[in-house]
């Protein structure tokens, strides 16, 4: 017969069992993503381990707080009372450790814990059943998992019984008071009223590395820590205006002079495009071959070795590529900012007379898309509805690449010039399924998302031999890029915090000057300032890229990784929570990030901080003050 405790003594035991349950999802967690966290030391173990149930006594009581309070409540000694209160002990905790394992799998995809915000991201796909038995299947090992971990929980209610304890009125007042301040600790983290309550960023002092913080604080934590939206920091590390644009002015205009340049802009987004599978900076014959158009159409182009995302996220990648806006704590469409007046390239061209589309083949309005297009000027909208053909349906994510691109390729030769179009395709989107009568077509790769690399690649050579013989062809300008790269990497150089965002970008204009490799450092953000430059668009603009063919401009990439990063030139400087430099490497020489240049390179450091610096606070206190559009006279 189980044994039976005071209320208070099992409220205690059964915290501490789920405690033990949450550290047994923490391994589970890392030993299903260590080709991203790395082998850690026993001293960082110990350290993860340690720091780790600090920040879970914070979520445990967030969950528990309602079976702590049904159990010590007087009513605690009537059977129905403690029935209630067991449900309320196996379900929440349940759900809290669902959510660890869940994210044991997404985290190769988003590289951060899930949030508020990325429950939120749920809202825009309207095939969110199929997505959810599409992971189901692919991630069966996840739910056994689970079943186990839920399996501890029912242990812990069948061995952990509540005494019926019937207390005076004092006593009752005693634990009362006692559970209040465990709760209290336990909810802020600390008891200090000097301190704030532990958030996510405290997670940095438990890791040598910044990568690992996720390793510390668990999915529920994170959950609680960001339902309440915090507002954008406003940063004051330059008191003067002018000493802060010296170093970077995102109030721009494209050099030179003379007459606007009407091409058509054409923009392809491909899905989880990574650097790996090119063979423009990857040597390795095993997964360097698998987007050959792509690669040898990027030749005859302005491009370059390294290229970057500004965020990991298919949400995060429209804002950049049209707008210039970076990526920061969650994505921009899902922020409260998202209504602030954003003037970018979809404006800017219909302004100047262009038609605008945008082609997605997922189910019409998936990930909000609908919605930021119309936001950014977008006149016409092209998803799986306008297709009509449901036989060319992955089943999951949306028509397949090929017969879409087909369809692009028609529909653009029905606009009037000039036009600016863009089209994001899905089909290297995980599961990475490609059509069955494709299947043998195409070579295999480490991972099956190699294959979908090729076939979708062969999707784009398509399309250019369909409307290469347009009159209209070579008074465009092609512009190519990914939105983020894949999950699945199977070199290292491309799974540190550098490779992580590799993709191509580069810029295509038949039969021009244009086709170069350039030394410069490219990212999202950059292609509005360039595409506009190529233009001659002569009005200014707001932008937090750069203009990539003006040699004056500032050579340099800014991504998130936990915490932000900084690349500029050789070096990438990696920042703290507190946006201090913690590391300094010569990526391109050593690409494994082995050889922190911190202390020897001290001066180096402090530059490459104080621009980082110059650029946050513009774009953080213009986004706060709504002042992403340049005040015209």
């Not at 297009?373 to 449901?390: A, P, R, S, V």
Request: some cysteine; aromatic content about 18%.
């Amino acid at each position: 017969m189980a044994k039976q405790y005071s209320p208070w003594k099992a409220v205690i035991l059964r915290i501490l069992g789920v405690l033990f349950l949450f550290s047994v999802s923490r391994l589970f967690f890392y030993f299903l993503n260590t080709d991203i966290f790395g082998k850690l030391d026993f001293e960082e173990w110990f350290w993860v381990i340690a720091g780790g149930v600090r920040f879970d006594i914070v979520a445990t009581l967030y969950i528990n707080l309602l079976f702590i309070l049904l159990t010590l409540l007087p009513t605690g000694r009537f059977s129905w009372s403690q029935k209630i209160a067991d449900v309320l002990f196996i379900v929440p905790n349940a759900i809290g450790l669902l959510l660890n394992c869940i994210d044991t799998a997404y985290y190769t995809f988003n590289l951060k814990r899930i949030t508020w915000t990325s429950l939120g991201e749920l809202q825009g796909f309207n095939n969110a059943s199929d997505l959810l038995l599409s992971f189901l299947v692919r991630y069966w090992y996840v739910w056994a998992a689970w079943l186990i971990l839920c399996f501890g929980l029912v242990l812990l209610k069948r061995n952990i019984r509540v005494k019926s304890t019937t207390y005076n009125a004092h006593t009752y007042v005693d634990v009362f008071i006692l559970m209040f301040f465990i709760c209290m600790f336990g909810f802020r983290g600390n008891l200090r009223y000097s301190t704030r309550p532990l958030g996510l960023n405290d997670a940095g002092k438990y890791v040598k590395s910044p990568q690992n913080v996720a390793l510390v604080y668990s999915t529920p934590f994170s959950i609680f820590r960001t339902m309440r939206e915090k507002k954008l920091d406003r940063y004051s590390y330059f008191e003067q205006e002018e000493e802060m644009k010296k170093l970077y002015d995102p109030e721009q205009k494209s050099k030179g002079e003379g007459e606007f340049k009407p091409l058509n802009v054409v923009i392809l987004v491909l899905e989880s495009f990574s650097e790996e599978a090119s063979s423009i900076s990857n040597t390795d014959p095993g997964t360097n071959k698998f987007m050959p158009f792509v690669d040898s159409l990027r030749r005859k182009s302005f491009y370059t070795e390294y290229s970057f995302a500004n965020g990991k996220k298919s949400i995060e990648a429209l804002p950049a590529i049209w707008g210039s806006i970076p990526s920061y704590t969650q994505p921009y469409v899902l922020s409260k900012y998202s209504s602030n007046k954003i003037y970018g390239l979809p404006h800017i061209l219909k302004e100047k007379g262009y038609h605008t589309s945008f082609f997605h083949g997922a189910p019409n309005g998936s990930m909000g898309f609908q919605s930021f297009t119309n936001l950014m000027g977008i006149e016409h909208y092209y998803g799986k509805d306008e297709f009509g053909d449901n036989s060319q349906f992955d089943g999951i994510w949306g028509i397949w690449d090929q017969p879409f691109l087909a369809y692009y390729g028609k529909m653009l030769k029905t606009f009037p010039q000039p036009f600016f179009s863009t089209i994001f395709t899905v089909s290297s989107h995980d599961p990475f399924k490609v059509p069955k009568e494709a299947e043998d077509k195409y070579p295999a790769g480490p991972h099956p998302i190699f294959k979908a690399f090729s076939y979708s690649d062969d999707g784009v050579r398509k399309f250019f031999a369909s409307i290469k013989n347009e009159p209209w062809f070579n008074n465009t300008l092609f512009v190519i890029t990914a939105d983020h790269t894949s999950p699945k990497c199977d070199l290292p150089e491309f799974k540190n915090s550098v490779g992580v965002f590799r993709i191509p970008i580069f810029f295509y204009l038949p039969g021009s000057d244009l086709s170069r490799k350039s030394d410069r450092i490219f990212q999202q953000t950059d292609i509005m300032p360039t595409v506009l430059q190529i233009l001659n668009y002569q009005e200014p603009y707001i932008t937090f890229g750069k203009n990539l063919l003006a040699d004056d401009s500032p050579d340099f990439a800014v991504n998130k990784y936990e915490n932000y990063q900084y690349i500029s030139g050789d070096y990438i400087l990696k920042l703290d929570a507190e946006n201090k430099a913690v590391e300094l490497y010569k990526f391109k020489t050593d690409k494994l990030l082995k050889n922190n240049l911190i202390q020897t390179e001290r001066n180096k450091a402090e530059e490459l901080e104080r621009n980082f610096k110059a650029y946050i606070q513009q774009f953080q206190n213009r986004m706060i003050d709504d002042r992403f559009t340049y005040e015209r006279p």
